[in-house]
């Protein structure tokens, strides 16, 4: 890299994004790398006439700590495929970083773009004043939040039926509007959703999920926790609906609604649990402002115990962000080893009942 001349490549885009952050979308990928202030201003230095050594001359004169800096900054969108330069083989700790970055949730692919399905429904809402569209979402989400919840706690009369598992087809419908509305609320903003799917969540829960990579080309903060929130606030909804039925339709029908009120809040429970990579999260992390947060944690946590080296966005971190990443990585690790052992116990119970 300190002998070879940079350039960034041709069809790398250059983006203002979230927060009015820098940066650099590479199309090869899809794949976006956000940009500290100092590193949008070294990009007019990658024009392929300079080396790796020549810029940190220039930038950094005789400041060794600045040089290394600038040197992992380089290497950093190497790694990312930025640069003309071809990426290196990952070493050890090099690939351990990498691994804390991802987001942990292999994916198979349903459906690819859908932005013919969401953009008529789309055009409607935008016709729509702002400040009066989120009226009345919140109202309609309050009104389902009180009703479904009156009705999960006054379960008085209600029976378990034997038909309670015709209220799992319904919430995989419910799941499907769910992910719809993610991808309603990206086609609003215009942010189209690249595909969708289904997941491993951590590599053993399965979930749904809808590609919002894009949401990154969203400036307005207030805009991604919309998206983030889209979903939970459609399972509102429905859990209002739920929540009429079982309060004023008497017999299974009833019985099966209150039993579909369970599920639906288990599963609002899991939906925002900050600790998992959840919409609860995502939301959590777009209020703040912060960038792959989870990544950063884990990256920040294997630095820690492995001594895997840190990106360059990370050189520098005050105390009380050290403190922070180092807490919140090790609380959602804590978390996911508990959750996957409380689910492979429950499986391996059910397994063993089958051969009793």
């Known amino acids: 890299m300190r002998t070879i001349p940079l350039q960034l490549k041709p069809d790398v885009e250059v983006i203002t994004g979230i927060d009015d952050r820098p940066l650099l979308f590479n199309p090869d990928s899809g794949r976006y790398v956000a940009l500290t202030p100092a590193g949008a201003r070294m990009l007019g230095l990658l024009d392929g006439s300079r080396t790796g050594a020549a810029i940190a001359d220039r930038l950094a004169g005789g400041r060794e700590d600045l040089r290394e800096r600038i040197d992992v900054f380089l290497g950093d969108l190497r790694q990312a495929g930025v640069l003309t330069v071809e990426p290196k083989e990952p070493d050890r700790k090099s690939r351990i970083l990498r691994f804390s970055l991802r987001e942990h949730m ?66 995989i419908v419910q799941v499907i509007f769910h ?17 969708a799917g289904v997941g491993l969540m951590l590599y053993f829960m399965p979930v749904a999920y809808v ?19 889209a979903g939970p606030f459609s399972d509102q909804i429905w859990f209002g609906v739920t929540g009429v039925i079982a309060l004023t339709v008497p017999g299974t029908v009833g019985d099966i609604a209150y039993v579909l009120l369970v599920f639906q809040a288990l599963l609002t429970v899991v939906n925002l649990n900050p600790l998992l990579p959840s919409d609860g999260y995502h939301a959590a992390a777009a209020a703040v402002r912060a960038v792959n947060l989870r990544g950063r944690a884990f990256a920040y946590l294997s630095h820690v115990v492995l001594r895997s080296p840190l990106p360059s966005s990370m050189h520098g971190l005050g105390a009380w962000k050290r403190a922070g990443y180092l807490t919140f990585g090790a609380l959602c690790l804590l978390y996911a080893v508990g959750l996957a052992v409380l689910v492979v116990n429950n499986l391996w119970s059910m397994v063993g009942g089958l051969f009793r």
Not at 183 to 195: D, T, V
Not at 211 to 229: C, E
């Open 106 to 171: 292999p994916r198979l692919k349903l459906t690819g773009r859908i932005e013919h399905i969401m953009e008529p429904v789309a055009a409607l809402l935008r016709r729509i004043p702002p400040r009066l569209l989120t009226g009345a979402v919140l109202a309609l989400v309050l009104a389902g939040l009180v009703i479904g919840g009156y009705a999960l706690t006054h379960p008085e009369g209600r029976a378990y039926p034997a038909l309670w598992w015709v209220a799992l087809p319904i919430l």
């Open 211 to 229: 590609d919002r990579t894009d949401a990154y080309r969203i400036r307005s903060r207030a805009g991604r926790v919309m998206i983030a929130l």
């Open 179 to 195: 992910e719809a509305a993610h991808a309603l609320a990206c086609q609003y903003l215009r942010a189209p959703i690249r595909e």
